[in-house]
T-cell receptor, first 111, second 112 residues
C-alpha cells in the first residue's frame, strides 16, 4: 500500500464550479498536511498547511483533514481559469523532515 | 526577497555522463531538499541537507549525491547517467518543516 494515494484525474470543470481534491494516506503517524499547486514549467508552491483534524480556510480554498479516516481534501470555491494547475497533497510525520507527495491531480477550469 | 534559484534551467546529457545541478536557497534558510519529478511518478524525495550535513536520503542509488556549502547553497551530482534519470529536479528550502517548503522552478534534465 502506498503511503499517499491521490486520484490523478485529470479533472475539467466550468468556471465558478466547486472543486474537490482528495488524498488518502496509510500511516497514522503523519501529522502535517499540505497542499501544493504547480503550474506548468514551475516548481510547486505551498497553498495550504495544517496539522490538525478539521477545516482550515484561506479565501476560496478550504483544507480538510480527517485523521480518523486518514483522508485529506482541498476544496476550491468559485473556481477560476487561473486555478488551472496540478494540485499535489503532501504529508509528513514532522521529525523526519521528508514530505511524501501524492502524484498530483491536473485541474482545468474552463471559462 | 529572492526565491529559491536553480541552475541550469535545462540540461541535456548523454548516457554515462555526469550532471551537476545547483541550488541557492532563500536567504536565511539552512535546509535544502532535493526532489525528482519524473513523468508518472510524482515527486520523489532525494536528499536533505541542513547546516552542511546530509540528514536524510531517499531510495536512490549512490550515484545520486550532493553537498551543501557554507553559504547553504547546494549541489546535486548524478553520475553514470541513465535514460530513466530524465526528469525535473526540484530544490526546496525551508526554515524548518513546520513552515513548509519553498520550491525553485527546477532543472529539466534530459538524458539521451
Amino acid at each position: 500500500q502506498k503511503e499517499v494515494e491521490q486520484d490523478p484525474g485529470p479533472l475539467s470543470v466550468p468556471e465558478g464550479a466547486i472543486v474537490s481534491l482528495n488524498c488518502t494516506y496509510s500511516n497514522s503517524a503523519f501529522q502535517y498536511f499540505m497542499w501544493y499547486r504547480q503550474y506548468s514549467r514551475k516548481g510547486p508552491e505551498l497553498l495550504m498547511y495544517t496539522y490538525s483534524s478539521g477545516n482550515k480556510e484561506d479565501g476560496r480554498f478550504t483544507a480538510q483533514v480527517d485523521k480518523s479516516s486518514k483522508y485529506i481534501s482541498l476544496f476550491i470555491r468559485d473556481s477560476q481559469p487561473s486555478d488551472s494547475a496540478t494540485y499535489l497533497c503532501a504529508i509528513t510525520q514532522g521529525g523526519s523532515e521528508k514530505l511524501v507527495f501524492g502524484k498530483g491531480m491536473k485541474l482545468t477550469v474552463n471559462p | 526577497e529572492a526565491g529559491v534559484t536553480q541552475s541550469p534551467t535545462h540540461l541535456i546529457k548523454t548516457r554515462g555522463q555526469q550532471a551537476t545541478l545547483r541550488c541557492s536557497p532563500i536567504s536565511g534558510h539552512t535546509s535544502v531538499y532535493w526532489y525528482q519529478q519524473a513523468l508518472g511518478l510524482g515527486l520523489q524525495f532525494l536528499l536533505w541537507y541542513d547546516e552542511g550535513e546530509e540528514r536524510n536520503r531517499g531510495n536512490f542509488p549512490p550515484r545520486f549525491s550532493g553537498r551543501q556549502f557554507p553559504n547553504y547553497s547546494s549541489e546535486l551530482n548524478v553520475n553514470a547517467l541513465e535514460l530513466e534519470d530524465s526528469a525535473l529536479y526540484l530544490c526546496a528550502s525551508s526554515w524548518g518543516l513546520n513552515y513548509g517548503y519553498t520550491f525553485g522552478s527546477g532543472t529539466r534534465l534530459t538524458v539521451v
